[in-house]
């Protein structure tokens, strides 16, 4: 035999040969010369995964051998985006392979392209979890991510007549190479009743008697740092029927009936929830949540005990934290495991469960606030209610001896709701049962604390903090953007790769107008490179001179798609008019996914495409601007858009964008923001200075005042004529070939509604964006402005978060 042997963990250009050639005859089993791009992606991953397995091993290895401390992460979504390019970066293979494959005849990047992306959450939440797990291996801190092995992710959006439709997203159907199931299982049970019972010493015990039983199954993706040998472990759990299915098969013939019952048992990880208007009291959605939290404590628990400890000290060892109330449930099912099934007393059990969870909130919005009603809750969870019962009862007394006749307040706080529906509210829950509590941006951690939470911020403000949020600058920055990285590598060398505080560096080039001109030249590749997408996939021409005006994220009104919309007529009936008569050459970019039942985000959706039918075709603005909606916005389409944005649109109304993240992907790309004062816009314009950000809009005060004096959005428009004439052009039918019914239901809410105060913006919105456009035209000034975005983009770093995390919640040590 004169094959060379093959070395699995080498990673050499040949090495890297060898085994792609390898994996293409014994894992894909296929002949090179005619295997298909899926076949030839298939056997890279295989490749590149190879490289990560001794250091997986050698990571978990260490954690037991020093018994370490561990955060347990639980989270109902993780955004991954695609793995390829990311571990190559990561693992510093990236040239090696890109050589290796050009031997064989092969271009990395088309492969790369054929990855479908995992797609396990809906946006930010889902986002910032993956982000996490970039910089906790980045940073060796030890972690076990939890979470849903969903089959169906996030729905594939297609744009029909300017209409989303929803597509099922069949991301597993070619097999999922990043994945290594797991031998151990857990059982989760669900219904039934509880019972009280004396045990051996004649204590009275409390036990649930369940009535279905599923069982969870463990599928594990390496999560490896940037230049560490660090992997950690994503462990996401499948649904599947308990064995005694294929018994009860045997024994009563009803061979169907069976069969039926595995299926409903695997229902339970099959799709992810869209957060639809309607989120409250779905059942299957409780269930979800009930069980990969007791799969995952459950699999935390025996880890511990196989590390010889007692689970009185269970606090010590671990620290969970809770992403979102997704997994509140944790904290009776910790209590539940503990007392019903360790012999735990309550007050023991209650010392370990209040020490072990943390809990960050992510939004504001009341109508996202979990809510169970209680009958709902009682009949899946029987025991869990009446352990919150017992936890609420014992809270309130407390209260009532610190807050002596103070029934308003009793009712405030007690876990259960008693407006409308009884029902169990698991922010409550989740502040009630947690050591720390956390918001996501200053303004945002604020206002928990002033206004949602403040009943228990006032009575424990020392549990209280803010993290703002942060992004891994590996897939946004260096993975995403590799013209830019080159020039700032050349230019300040690497050192901001694992600090991005580095790249304050490059503020001593703000004035260098040769550099400024290379810049220049690299945010022009990417916007190339977008242009040609958009030809080669929608067919509208978009010239990359112009300023590219970004506006990606979830399609919400509170984020107000629809402002920059009216915004966009404004300035089409203004050069129609005659009376804007040199506007500066835009593109305006639109992208994001609504909810499939939410009707007025689906209406924004159709809003956009009628106004970019509009000015795309009109003859008097076609060569000026252009408006885009990109279908199916996601992580790898955000590595495609962030890089080419000139300009971030970051407008949602003061007080309810509880961070953002994108803002600081297009920040650390060198993008400009127009914002309100919102989310972490704040801290980003704290951090590039007022000079480098155009503000507009009311903040939050202002809105809260306006509301209560009694908000009259009409007012708004009898005074505005630019308003009124795009309010009027869309009513009539002007703009839309005399279609004046379709968009009736935003008008008529804009005008005698409007809860997210659109028209009281609007001016200043209109005000703000001519001072960009005249800012646009200074090519060295808005350069220069661009720099120092990026420049100054270090706090917004993922790998600062977590190190406020570590530091402040988790008391764990970072490398
Ligand atoms: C709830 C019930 C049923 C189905 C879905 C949901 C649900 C899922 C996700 C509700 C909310 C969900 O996400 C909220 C979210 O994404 N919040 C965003 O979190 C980001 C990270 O902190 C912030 O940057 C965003 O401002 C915030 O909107």
Same mark, same amino acid.
């Given at each position: ?27 894909? /089993? ?79 990047? @088309? ?88 045990? *051996? ?50 024994? !009563? ?11 409903? $048992?695997? @229902?339970?990880?099959? =799709? ?26 459950? *699999? ?291 992208? /994001?996914?609504?909810?499939? $039942?939410? =009707? ?35 992580? $790898? ?24 993240? /994108? ?68 009513? $009539?039918?002007?703009?839309? /070939? ?13 005008? !005698? ?10 001016? !200043?919105? *209109?005000?703000?964006? @001519? ?45």
């Amino acid at each position: 035999d004169t094959q060379p042997s093959e070395n699995r963990a080498g990673t050499s250009a040949k090495d890297l040969e060898i085994s792609f050639r390898n994996h293409m005859t014994h894992t894909v /089993g296929r002949p090179l010369e005619n295997s298909s791009i899926l076949d030839q992606y298939h056997a890279l991953a295989a490749v590149v995964r190879d490289r990560m397995m001794d250091q997986w091993l050698e990571t978990i290895e260490n954690y037991k051998q020093h018994n370490v401390r561990v955060l347990g992460y639980l989270s109902a979504e993780y955004l991954l985006g695609p793995h390829l390019e990311n571990a190559l970066l990561n693992l510093d293979l990236r040239p090696q392979m890109e050589e290796a494959l050009k031997n064989v005849g092969l271009d990395l990047a @088309t492969i790369a392209a054929e990855e479908p992306e995992p797609g396990l959450g809906n946006g930010g939440l889902g986002r910032l979890a993956a982000c996490f797990m970039d910089s906790l291996s980045t940073l060796d801190v030890p972690v076990l991510g939890y979470g849903l092995r969903y089959e169906f992710g996030i729905f594939r959006q297609e744009i029909v007549d300017g209409w989303q439709v929803e597509k099922s997203d069949k991301w597993l159907q070619y097999g999922n190479p990043w994945e290594i199931g797991a031998s151990t299982s857990y059982e989760v049970c669900f219904f039934g009743h509880t019972e009280t019972y004396n045990d *051996d010493q004649g204590l009275l015990r409390h036990r649930w008697v369940p009535e279905h039983t599923v069982k969870g199954i463990p599928y594990d993706t390496p999560i490896p740092g940037y230049q560490t040998r660090t992997v950690n472990r994503l462990r996401l759990w499948k649904a599947a029927a308990v064995d005694s299915f294929d018994l009860s098969i045997f024994n !009563s013939g009803d061979y169907m009936g069976a069969v039926r019952q595995k299926m409903e $048992s695997e @229902t339970i990880s099959k =799709v992810l929830y869209p957060p639809d208007e309607q989120i409250q009291g779905k059942r299957l959605r409780l269930m979800q949540q009930y069980f990969f939290t007791s799969c995952s404590l459950q *699999d935390m628990l025996r880890l511990h005990c196989m590390r010889g400890e007692k689970l009185s000290t269970f606090h010590e060892k671990w620290t969970i934290q809770l992403n979102d109330t997704h997994p509140s449930i944790g904290i009776p099912e910790l209590m539940r495991l503990l007392m019903d099934n360790h012999n735990f007393s309550w007050d023991d059990a209650w010392n370990v469960t209040q020490k072990t969870f943390g809990y960050t909130n992510h939004t504001l919005l009341p109508e996202a606030l979990e809510r169970w009603p209680l009958d709902l809750f009682g009949g899946l969870l029987p025991r869990h209610l009446e352990i919150i019962y017992e936890i609420n009862e014992r809270f309130l007394d407390d209260m009532r001896s610190r807050y002596p006749n103070d029934d308003a307040r009793m009712r405030r706080m007690s876990i259960i709701g008693e407006e409308g529906e009884r029902s169990v509210q698991m922010a409550k829950l989740a502040v009630i049962g947690s050591k720390a509590i956390n918001g996501v941006a200053e303004l945002h951690t604020q206002l928990l604390e002033q206004d949602t939470l403040h009943d228990y911020y006032e009575t424990f403000p020392e549990r209280f903090s803010n993290k703002t949020n942060g992004v891994t600058p590996r897939r946004w920055l260096m993975l995403s953007n590799p013209c830019l990285v080159d020039l700032i590598n050349e230019t300040i060398g690497t050192r901001w790769h694992k600090d991005l505080y580095g790249l304050r560096g490059l503020e001593h080039f703000a004035d260098d107008k040769n550099f400024l001109a290379r810049w220049r030249q690299a945010q022009e590749g990417c916007k190339s490179s977008l242009a040609k997408y958009i030809s080669q996939n929608l067919s509208i021409t978009v010239d990359p001179a112009s300023m590219f005006d970004v506006h990606v994220k979830r399609i919400h009104e509170y984020k107000r798609q629809h402002l920059k919309a009216l915004h966009i007529l404004s300035l089409y009936c203004q050069i129609k008019n005659g009376t804007l008569k040199n506007p500066t050459p835009t593109t305006y970019l639109f992208g /994001g996914k609504a909810a499939p $039942s939410y =009707v007025m985000a689906k209406l924004m959706i159709k809003l956009v495409c009628s106004v970019a039918d509009l000015v795309n075709n009109d003859p008097a603005t076609r060569d000026v601007m252009k408006v885009v909606f990109l279908p199916n916005y996601s992580v $790898s389409l955000g590595q495609h858009i962030y890089p080419a944005a000139d300009l971030s649109e970051q407008i949602s109304t003061a007080g309810k964008e509880a961070s953002g993240t /994108g803002c600081m992907k297009m920040m650390m790309n060198g993008a400009v923001t127009i914002g309100t004062l919102d989310g972490a816009n704040i801290e980003i314009r704290k951090e590039c200075g007022e000079e480098n950000f155009f503000l507009f809009g009311l903040t939050a005060p202002q809105i809260a005042d306006t509301l209560h004096a009694g908000y009259q959005p009409r007012a708004y428009y009898e005074r505005s004529p630019l308003l009124k004439e795009v309010m009027d052009g869309i009513t $009539s039918g002007r703009f839309f /070939g005399g279609n004046s019914a379709t968009f009736a239901p935003l008008v008529d809410n804009l005008l !005698s509604w409007d809860p997210f105060f659109v028209l009281a913006d609007f001016d !200043s919105y *209109d005000t703000v964006h @001519t001072q960009v456009s005249d800012a646009y035209r200074d090519t060295n000034a808005w350069g220069r402005m661009s720099l120092l975005n990026t420049a100054r983009s270090g706090k917004f770093s993922s790998d600062r978060t977590i190190r406020e995390y570590c530091r402040d919640i988790w008391k764990l040590p970072v490398g």
